[in-house]
């Protein structure tokens, strides 16, 4: 007989039934890859379409040739932080209930070249390494778009005193976030990592990350495991990025790049509009970065062009639906938005007004 708990099981007359489990088909992942992979088909074979259908069919190549690095760097780190051991992802970042592990894991942020997917995979991965809750959502909130490469170009585009304070400000709510989920957690209020470990007296970082790849290393087999390992553990955040890519491109056949800069304007209006574009747009941190700069430029309003940057990593669904699947809290997940929302908009304010 068939169970729905995802078992097959079967019996017969010379003994009890026997079940095995049984692996359900990733609708969501596989399903965004029929119509992605067919795109760049469509694409790159210059094959005749309707005007909308083309459209749609060249944002989805657009949007993944555009996150392909930062896709592939993140996978590659996520494959590397498999073989760390714990103690040494906590000795370096930090020790997860500490408030200088937060301002820790929020340099670090700002400092990994990598854009918004990237990061999101990396920071999945130290969550599952032992890194507080408090301190992924320190790192995932200042890392998208502080990247050096994305911030030489939103310099270039916008100036340097405002790259300066977008990544002061970005800096100011991770660490802010990070300081409440502490005390959260703390206080019992939010469950605990339960993939904390606490460093042994003595710890030595060095001789512990050679050790442990040495180890690996010496093993047959050790990239084919490398590779495994490293898809294995991205396939949680790309069954969501692959969504959002075809959600984003169904959403582009209805928004043009001039109604961004007609109805986002330095008011209140224009910054709730922002937030709710932000919301619904899957665009990866090489994408949000050209946006966020028509939004000073065009719209007079570089506090919505903040908005715009920050508001990518506190409602996305791909960082909301990610986290969720790694913590398998809605508690913790929903805290991302619930803390990060009124700081975002207080700061946005305050940039359209006074910047």
């Not at 502080?146 to 990544?167: K, Q």
């Not at 002061?168 to 957690?185: D, E, H, N, P, Q």
């Not at 606490?198 to 495991?225: H, M, T």
Request: hydrophobic residues 50%; proline residues 6%.
């Amino acid at each position: 007989m068939s169970m729905s708990n995802g078992h097959h099981c079967h019996s017969d007359s010379s003994g009890p039934s026997h079940c095995a489990p049984q692996k359900s088909l990733d609708w969501l992942l596989w399903g965004s890859l029929a119509i992605i992979l067919p795109s760049y088909l469509l694409f790159y074979l210059s094959v005749p379409l309707p005007y909308f259908l083309q459209h749609f069919v060249h944002s989805n190549v657009e949007l993944m040739n555009t996150m392909m690095w930062g896709i592939v760097l993140g996978i590659f780190f996520v494959g590397v932080l498999s073989f760390v051991p714990r103690e040494a992802v906590i000795s370096v970042i930090g020790s997860p209930r500490s408030k200088r592990g937060i301002l820790r894991a929020a340099v670090a942020g700002l400092l990994l070249d990598l854009c918004s997917h990237g990061i999101l995979m990396v920071a999945i991965k130290l969550y599952e390494r032992g890194a507080s809750y408090a301190q992924v959502l320190a790192f995932l909130i200042a890392s998208p778009w502080n990247s050096l490469s994305l911030t030489l170009i939103l310099v270039a585009l916008v100036g340097l005193p405002l790259t300066t304070a977008f990544i002061i400000f970005s800096a100011v709510i991770a660490i802010v976030t990070g300081l409440i989920i502490r005390s959260l957690v703390l206080a019992g209020h939010l469950p605990a990592n339960p993939h904390e470990v606490a460093l042994p007296d003595n710890y030595q970082l060095l001789p512990d990350l050679k050790k442990s790849f040495v180890e690996a290393w010496s093993q047959p087999g050790f990239f084919k495991k490398f590779l495994l390992s490293s898809l294995n553990d991205s396939r949680m955040v790309l069954r969501w990025l692959f969504f959002g890519v075809v959600l984003t491109a169904s959403v582009r056949l209805i928004l043009t790049p001039e109604m961004y800069s007609e109805y986002l304007g330095p008011s209140l209006s224009g910054l709730g509009i922002t937030l709710f574009v932000a919301t619904l747009l899957e665009v990866c941190s090489e994408g949000s970065t050209p946006l966020a700069a028509d939004l000073v430029t065009r719209a007079h309003a570089p506090g919505n062009a903040f908005a715009f940057l920050m508001t990518g990593v506190s409602t996305d669904y791909t960082e909301i639906m990610s986290l969720r699947s790694a913590t398998e809290s809605w508690k913790l997940t929903l805290a991302l938005p619930l803390l990060t929302i009124p700081q975002v908009v207080l700061l946005a304010w305050f940039i359209n007004f006074y910047g």
